[in-house]
């Protein structure tokens, strides 16, 4: 049976070389297709929580489970596959200066072995799905801020990814881009049942869309806030309507994992 717990954390500790934990026995337990919050002071530990998560770090003390893998019992290999369910968007948008748009967001899916009738696709509706079509042969230093990142996210999204880490999405953007984005994410919550983890210390968005939060603080993490109705969070936001092209982009991602 396959396990309901996504992401789990058993007396997780974790340091860079052999210093002061940043985080020190930390446990708990992440359910499919739960939508969080990460909160907490800059160098608290929220990085090293999703670099854990994502197995870019591997804990002192402890065991981390994915999607109900002990990654202490995993090789390299299989590591790898487990990562291959995930995407981090990062602050800095991680895009690649000298591809366009277009190849930035199909990386992934080449990478994956994805045929080139697909990939285009894929790759035409998610650009029009996140406001960017009419960019896809454009360089990212050509972009604003606001739509590197929503290149960022398409790049995520593409996989349709079953863990999505966000760290600091938000953090260069104004505050119409940041509800844009918030709207993405809450869609891709919804419609695919990804599981999200958002770093954020934008208040504004933590009052707005009531999802539970994770806070880093001395080293440990806790929990708060009751899990909310997610279309109620989403009717909250303010800003331009997405073009609906969700629903689309669902059924071409069937099968993605056997192209």
Same mark, same amino acid.
């Given at each position: 049976m396959e ?6 954390f058993?007396?997780?500790?974790a340091?860079?070389?052999?210093g002061?934990d940043?985080l @020190?026995d930390v446990?708990?337990?992440? @359910?499919n297709?739960?939508f969080?919050?990460?909160t907490?002071a @800059?160098?608290?530990?929220k990085?090293?929580?999703?670099r854990l998560?994502?197995q870019l ?6 065991t981390? =489970? ?6 202490? #019992?995993l090789s ?7 990562r291959?369910?995930?995407?981090i %968007?990062? #602050?800095?948008?991680?895009l $690649?200066?000298?591809m366009?748009v ?7 899916l080449r990478?994956?072995?994805?045929n080139?009738?697909k $990939?285009?696709k894929?790759?035409? =509706?998610?650009?029009? !799905? %996140?406001?960017?079509?009419k960019?896809a042969?454009?360089y990212p230093?050509?972009l604003?801020?606001?739509?590197q #990142?929503r290149v960022?996210?398409a790049?995520?999204?593409?996989? +349709?990814?079953? %863990?999505?880490?966000?760290?600091e999405?938000?953090g260069n ?12 994410f809450?869609?891709?919550? =919804? ?5 999200i983890i958002l770093?954020t210390h ?6 707005t869309?009531k999802?539970?939060i994770?806070? %880093?603080?001395?080293h440990?993490?806790?929990?708060s806030?009751a899990k909310t109705d #997610?279309?109620?969070?989403a009717r =909250? !936001?303010?800003g331009p309507q ?9 059924? +071409?991602f069937?099968?993605i994992?056997k192209?």
């Amino acid at each position: 049976m396959e396990s309901k717990t996504t992401i789990s954390f058993a007396n997780v500790s974790a340091n860079y070389d052999h210093g002061d934990d940043v985080l @020190s026995d930390v446990s708990f337990n992440i @359910s499919n297709g739960a939508f969080y919050f990460l909160t907490g002071a @800059s160098g608290a530990g929220k990085t090293t929580l999703l670099r854990l998560i994502y197995q870019l770090h591997a804990p002192t003390t402890g065991t981390i =489970k994915l999607f109900g893998h002990d990654c202490t #019992q995993l090789s390299r290999d299989e590591i790898s596959k487990l990562r291959q369910k995930m995407a981090i %968007v990062f #602050q800095e948008y991680s895009l $690649i200066s000298h591809m366009t748009v277009f190849d930035n967001v199909a990386l992934p899916l080449r990478v994956r072995g994805v045929n080139n009738d697909k $990939i285009k696709k894929l790759v035409t =509706k998610t650009l029009e !799905w %996140v406001g960017l079509g009419k960019y896809a042969d454009a360089y990212p230093m050509e972009l604003s801020g606001g739509q590197q #990142q929503r290149v960022s996210v398409a790049r995520a999204i593409i996989i +349709q990814p079953a %863990v999505l880490l966000a760290d600091e999405p938000t953090g260069n953007l104004d505050d119409e881009n940041a509800s844009r984005l918030m709207e993405l994410f809450i869609k891709m919550n =919804k419609m695919f049942g990804t599981t999200i983890i958002l770093a954020t210390h934008n208040k504004k968005l933590l009052e707005t869309y009531k999802f539970p939060i994770i806070t %880093v603080e001395n080293h440990h993490v806790a929990f708060s806030g009751a899990k909310t109705d #997610q279309d109620a969070a989403a009717r =909250k !936001w303010k800003g331009p309507q997405p073009q609906n092209y969700f629903s689309e982009i669902s059924k +071409q991602f069937e099968g993605i994992g056997k192209a």
